[in-house]
């Protein structure tokens, strides 16, 4: 038994020594923590090899679903919170209420963080949210307010009934609890984090040296923070938004018009109606979204059939297992190398987990064969 022991441990060892991932653990160890809050952001950059060996440039991918709460809105959500306390509108331990409207990470991350910090999340979202944020939501155990899916001059929209309890407590005169309202579509701490934070962190990974960045928008917090960062330290990035089918912030940034016409009914399609993905893709402009909208140099429309073939690629050839608008950016990534000098690097965001999206867009993305090819992903 100890020669066994012994000869495990040597082989352990010589592979740990000979793994250039393992050799330098006493450095890269990351230091102790006191709590989930400082474990939210710093996350990794890594290479995306399929799609780099296919096209001819470099295409990363910033871990944004490495977060604690799985995925950017962590950022988002500890700011909101502090910039409460500091105006005294949080206390914590008081048991006061945080509200948010939200189709799920958001929720999730003031789930996560109202329980580390004293405070109760309460979260309004569309009836139709995938199973597993509910889950999550349910598990932090948060109070839950599902809504029709409804447009947003509805007021019981799911945005607008977050804004109404939030309003409710704060007249509710029997109790000593307050009410907040987060409202991540129209706060400035949104887009302020990502400027402070997430952009830095891709400029240094890539040591300064970034050609094009890629993402989707559904408050507009990452994709205004990052480019506005990135646009100040360089010249020549070239910054573009990717798009789900049936939002309009496709042709609001290719063609200055919001709407989607479908031509043959020459009715407006509304986003939500048909499309598997989640979190992404509008059809009006928040204030996150215009605070970077003049870094935005063009966009790029990714259908669901493409967003699944993807998802299914990257699982299979590089062991990312991602959710739909991170599949949606790499489908955006891979248009942009095809017109890009080869050798440039471009930078994506890989927003949340394909975990969260077992029971909706994975279940279909399980249907594509898993040997795809990636010229058999993107349409013409
Ligand atoms: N991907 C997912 C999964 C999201 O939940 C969100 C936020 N709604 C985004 C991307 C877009 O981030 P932002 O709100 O910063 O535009």
């Given at each position: 038994a100890v020669i066994i022991a012994f000869s495990s441990s040597y082989i352990t060892y010589k592979l740990v020594s000979k793994n250039a991932e393992y050799k330098s653990l006493k450095d890269q160890v990351p230091k102790r923590k006191d709590n989930v809050a400082e474990l939210i952001g710093n996350t990794p950059l890594v290479k995306i090899q399929s799609l780099s060996n296919e096209t001819g440039c470099e295409i990363y991918a910033k871990l944004e679903l490495a977060n604690p709460g799985g995925s950017a809105k962590d950022r988002v959500a500890l700011t909101v919170i502090r910039h409460f306390e500091e105006t005294g509108e949080l206390v914590p331990g008081r048991n006061d209420v945080l509200f948010e409207g939200t189709s799920g990470s958001t929720g999730i991350s003031f789930a996560m963080l109202c329980n580390a910090l004293g405070y109760t999340a309460h979260i309004c979202l569309p009836d139709d949210t995938s199973n597993e944020k509910l889950q999550l939501l349910e598990s932090y155990g948060a109070e839950i307010e599902k809504v029709k899916p409804a447009s947003i001059v509805d007021p019981n929209q799911y945005v607008n009934a977050a804004r109404k309890g939030a309003l409710e407590l704060q007249n509710?005169?029997?109790?000593?609890y307050n009410g907040v309202f987060a409202d991540q579509f129209e706060n400035d701490n949104n887009w302020r984090i990502h400027y402070a934070t997430t952009g830095p962190e891709i400029w240094e990974q890539m040591n300064h040296d970034i050609d094009y960045f890629v993402t989707g928008s559904g408050t507009g917090g990452t994709i205004a923070g990052c480019s506005r960062y990135l646009k100040s330290v360089s010249d020549k990035i070239k910054v573009f938004l990717a798009d789900p089918q049936g939002s309009g912030m496709f042709n609001r940034v290719k063609y200055g018009v919001m709407y989607d016409q479908v031509e043959k009914e020459g009715t407006r399609r509304r986003h939500q109606v048909d499309t598997l993905i989640e979190g992404i893709g509008l059809n009006r402009v928040t204030h996150n979204f215009f605070q970077g909208e003049h870094c935005i140099d063009d966009s790029i429309r990714v259908t669901d059939e493409e967003a699944l073939k993807m998802a299914r690629y990257l699982s299979a050839n590089d062991g990312l297992f991602v959710g739909s608008s991170s599949s949606i950016n790499a489908v955006a990534a891979v248009r942009i190398a095809q017109n890009a000098k080869p050798g440039s690097k471009i930078v994506m965001i890989a927003c949340d987990s394909g975990s969260r999206h077992l029971s909706k867009f994975w279940k279909e993305a399980l249907k594509v064969d898993k040997n795809i090819q990636l010229k058999d992903i993107l349409e013409q």
């Open positions: 509710d005169k029997s109790t000593e």
